[in-house]
């Protein structure tokens, strides 16, 4: 659930016969669960929050935030009524979103962002990903040594090795240094506050314990944080102060990005990091990892170009490489392009979206098969492993994506989708799992500066919880 504040084609529709066993009607109203609780639903290991049909969409004639915790958007709404832009609310928002919602974000973690400028009429992408030790080796993640090939203790992800250096505060930083108005340590008020005031346990959150346990018990900072004194979870509701998170955003509000990567901050994350036993609630071997402070103190964020697209009479731009996201949207809309889309658009629409038709909903999920197959193939970190082709425009190629659209059958879906073939370049690689700690923050200021941000931990409640996690 997210929280805020403040020309049709020419061409007629395709007459496709529908199978009337593929259109499922729903009662109006009420409560709609997405996700089936079953192994292998894409949801988990996060319940979903579900959808309520009293939300109304909000409008603003000033500036809005929209977070998916109500604390992070006041916050980040506070910050702009104050006179402060979009990216003075981005830093305020993620000091609290990092309290709040510790299943999906955090100052331990990563973050992509673009940035809208409303007077230059530029757009600007900053990468803030996490990045690997300089001792990491190919083998890392599969092996434990050399001469110790099992896999690390108690699982790669679960492990040290799967943690790199965050980069959410060192982004942050940077696109503050660039379109702040406001101090930056003004910007960390609310999260302080609200550290020490203490704050209610959503659902999400109280359900996302429930699910980590296990995990969690690995950790007994997080133990003694988020179980009770009798090992049950703490529910939702439960009123929760973490006065060593506001001492974290003080010092970092006064000292700047740098106390984070240098200093006692990072010789924690690193020791955290470097841990090779597990708690005392499950006892057990942890590999460590490689990240030590000259790792830390070596992290920096990067400007990126955005990637984009036209789209019929719209320009989409996103995220480019090392993200995958900008690239992905990019390709489906230049599929999708290929169709009258207008003729296949919802009916009865309203507040909600209204009702879907099949071949609309067949035709996106096709051209997402297509763009997938393509991503897990050849998207890359592109500092280090160079895209097909002439890069981004060889995949966002007009030709290479007709081609792709040509796989698409009306009458039928395609199964799996094969990637497609660019050049002589070798695929980059396969990755299968998708991650959950994840989430995303759109905000627009009284100027019309945006900031759009998604910042992750790469999976639910990072590696074990434990503040020092990064994914």
Known sequence: MLAGCGGSDAEPP???????????SAASGGTVTVGSGVPGDPALPEPSSGFRSVIKANTSAQYLVVTANPLASKAGCDVLKAGGSAADAAVAVQMVLGLVEPQSSGLGGGAFLLHYNATTKALQSYDGRETAPAGATEDCLRHISPTQQTTPLPNARASGRSIGSPGAVRVLDLLHKDHGKKTWASNFDAGIKIANDGFAIS??????????RANLLRDPDAVAYFLNADGTSKALGTRMTNPAYAATLSTIASGGADAFYTGPIAQDIVAEIQRDAAGPGAPGVLTPGATTMTDMAACQAKKRDP???DYRATVVCGMGPPSSGGIAVAQVLGILENFNMPGFAPTNVDLYGGKPSVMGVHLVSEAQRLDYADRNAWVADTDFVPLPGNGVSSLLDKGHLRGRTSLIRLDRSMGVACAGTIGTSLPAGLGLTEGSGTTHVSIVDAQGNGVVMTTTIESSMGRSGSCADSG
């Open 203 to 212: 659902g999400r959150f109280a359900d996302t314990i429930v699910a980590n």
């Open 14 to 24: 395709v007459a496709v016969p529908i199978d009337a066993s593929c259109q499922v």
């Open 307 to 309: 990637v984009c697209i």
